[in-house]
């Protein structure tokens, strides 16, 4: 079984992220719960697809630290200083997502292409995660721009119903913990770190899309829609709620199950 490693030393982030620069999957702490990522290229995607049991060429969304964030979107024709204000605003409440339209940078196997508009699936933990400076050392590393990144669960083509993301390290190495190429690397103290995050539940990030023209929830995840509907006005936005936000992804109830998070 794998050693779980300690988001917040210095040494053990720099032992994930040589692993993940040499082709481990990595298992991390992301925001309030976890998060899979590897390295953005075709063969690492659809490794970490085989291992969750997906399609082997399911699309991917991507992840980046915040001073890389932006490059993952081309910017032409929107109003760049107003939505990246709105995704800082996003990424102060806790983890996120967006999507918008896609850098040329970003390879077709993590784009999806929505009313002829290439795009790109941004996701973040927020601002107050050490996950950014394990993501910066990769990219530093590595000399990317991104990673791969997916939710921390198996595939929902394996069980047959929708599949909730951990939220516990350790829930993570009873079912994966024997895979020879993986890295676990977590909060210390998790349920301590569940609660910097009033807003959100332990579960996959809400998706706010923007590549249309207007400001859209596209996935109800951790993020309550009132409070993406509040962040939203606060940019003069009105937040469309797409039909695929109108069931809210499904939880892993952490093992404290405190049961103190948004509703």
Known sequence: ???????????????????????AALFYGFGNFCA??????????????????????????????????????????LDRDRIEALMADFTLLGPIGFRGPAAPAVPDHL??????????????????CLANDLVAEILD???????????????STISGRPEAAHCEMRAIRDEFGEHPAAVLIGHADERANR???????????????????????????????????????????????APSARTRVPVRWPADDLRTYAA
């Not at 988001?7 to 994930?16: E, I, K, M, N, V």
């Not at 207007?214 to 829609?225: A, D």
């Open 195 to 241: 609660r910097l995050y009033p807003h959100h539940l332990p579960c996959s990030t809400s998706i706010v899309a923007f590549h249309t023209g207007r400001l859209t929830l596209e996935r109800h995840g951790s993020l309550r829609i009132d409070d993406a509907r509040e962040v939203a006005a606060r940019h003069g936005y009105e937040l469309a709620v």
């Open 111 to 128: 784009t999806v292409r929505d009313r002829g508009i290439r795009t790109a699936q941004l996701i973040m933990p927020g601002d107050g």
């Open 141 to 155: 590393r590595s000399g990317e721009r991104f990673l791969f990144i997916t939710s921390a669960n198996s595939s």
């Open 1 to 23: 079984m794998h050693t779980i490693l300690n988001l917040a030393s210095h040494a053990d982030r720099r032992l994930a992220a040589m692993a993940t620069t040499n082709g």
């Open 36 to 77: 899979l990522a590897a390295m953005p290229d075709l063969p690492s995607m659809r490794r970490i697809n085989a291992l969750k049991g997906r399609p082997l060429d399911q699309v991917g969304s991507v992840t980046a630290d915040p001073s890389r964030a932006p490059a993952v979107f081309d910017w032409d024709g």
